[in-house]
């Protein structure tokens, strides 16, 4: 059977990079299984610059890789960004070789390479805000403005279908940043789900004793770490037994590291590297509360993977938080950024109930199973 529509993403659809385009990759595979073709990127031997056949999860895929990337570089001498950008320029008739005419695009990068390919295009914003504002390379913030027009007009004059992880408020809020180009069209919000084979309730209490935070993502500036250990360190004050877990990695590693030697900590916060997903899974199943520092977010996958595990959480009030937190029953929202008042909230939660039925319930709105015959009908080519 061929495939109806190109999946275009900078990852190897099964471990590389982590964060939330990977996990957005990989639902989508779930969803549709084999009517895609894979476009992306290779971490192991697999041949760079053709059509191959690739298995993942049991299932046999059309790929083609756009270059051999090596996971344990965190901030390469070229930005990523830019990488699959010119990647993409380069194998342009080697992936339309194929002679599939439709493409589901996630990153603003990609959508700029292919945008004149020809294709019939689905966007999907896994986040509304600008990439570039907080960026991992400094030039970054001068590109920031540039490259977000480009990718409106773009999205505008390229693609048939616009959806995103976000909330109305943040879509509206893209909306007004499009300065009027984006503003017929239609935007779809599309919630990033969760693998409920995966994030599910099955507890498995910490024996250590005093009460276990968990923060899960990526460790830099955007995930809002520092505020998170920040508070960590006033709740301390309250509740001298609480241990933190930060379950990732990242280019902030290192300045976190700093952080708890300098804090002295070092017996009470611990970083567990990237992990695969079960092994998250187990870890939220032995916590007490879920902690989410990000200065922004379009859907936080993380907090609804807490969530389906029965966890009470704080977050920061980013996008898609106030519809997936009810203040005192399963969490808090913190406006702001102070840690005293993160704190405070912290040890608020620490009385709610664990597991959390209102956690349940709303994680429960959230799984692939519950979204899988609506979100086949989103686009025509791959009804």
């Known amino acids: 059977m061929k495939p109806a529509v190109m999946l275009i993403e900078a990852c190897d659809f099964q471990r590389y990079p982590v964060g939330g385009h990977l996990t957005t990759a990989r639902q989508f595979l779930t ?16 041949p760079v610059g053709q059509w191959t056949r690739r298995t993942i999860d049991g299932v046999e895929y059309d790929f083609f890789s756009i270059g051999r990337m090596d996971p344990a570089q965190k901030k390469p001498l070229i930005p990523r960004r830019l990488d699959a950008y010119l990647r993409l320029r380069h194998h342009r008739k080697r992936i339309l070789s194929l002679g599939v005419g439709a493409a589901w695009v996630l990153a603003p990068e990609v959508m700029l390479a292919i945008g004149k ?85 099955e507890r498995d209490r910490d024996q250590q004793p005093g009460p276990l ?38 280019e902030d590693r290192p300045k976190l590291e700093a952080a708890i030697r300098s804090a002295g900590v070092g017996d009470a916060v611990q970083i567990t590297g990237f992990l695969s997903p079960r092994e998250v899974a187990r870890i939220l199943n032995s916590a007490d509360l879920f902690l989410l520092g990000s200065h922004r977010e379009g859907w936080p996958t993380a907090l609804v993977e807490a969530e389906a595990c029965g966890l009470p959480a704080v977050s920061t009030d980013v996008s898609g938080a106030s519809s997936l937190i009810e203040e005192g029953r399963n969490g808090y929202l913190v406006r702001g950024r102070d840690p005293a008042a993160f704190a405070d909230r912290i040890i608020d939660a620490l009385r709610l109930e664990v597991p959390n039925a209102t956690s349940l319930v709303i994680g429960s709105r959230y799984t692939l199973a519950g979204w899988q015959r609506d979100s086949a009908n989103t686009w025509e080519p791959l009804r």
Not at 223 to 242: I, M, T
Request: proline share 4%; with cysteine.
């Open 117 to 201: 390919w020809g294709l019939r295009v689905a966007y999907k914003f896994c986040g509304v805000e600008n990439p570039l504002t907080m960026p991992r390379y400094a030039i970054g913030k001068w590109l920031a403005g540039p490259f977000e027009r480009q990718l409106f007009a773009a999205l505008a004059e390229h693609s048939e279908l616009i959806t995103a992880a976000a909330d109305a408020a943040a879509i509206e809020g893209l909306r007004q940043r499009s300065r009027g180009v984006l503003a017929h069209r239609q935007i779809v919000p599309t919630p990033t789900l969760v693998d409920e084979r995966i994030f599910h309730l």
């Open 31 to 46: 969803l549709y299984g084999n009517r895609l073709a894979l476009v992306g990127v290779s971490t192991d031997d697999s």
């Open 213 to 250: 935070l968990v923060s899960c993502g990526r460790l830099n500036l955007v995930k809002g770490w520092d505020l998170v250990f920040d508070a960590f360190l006033q709740v301390r004050n309250a509740r001298p037994s609480a241990r933190l877990m930060f379950v990732g990695d990242g």
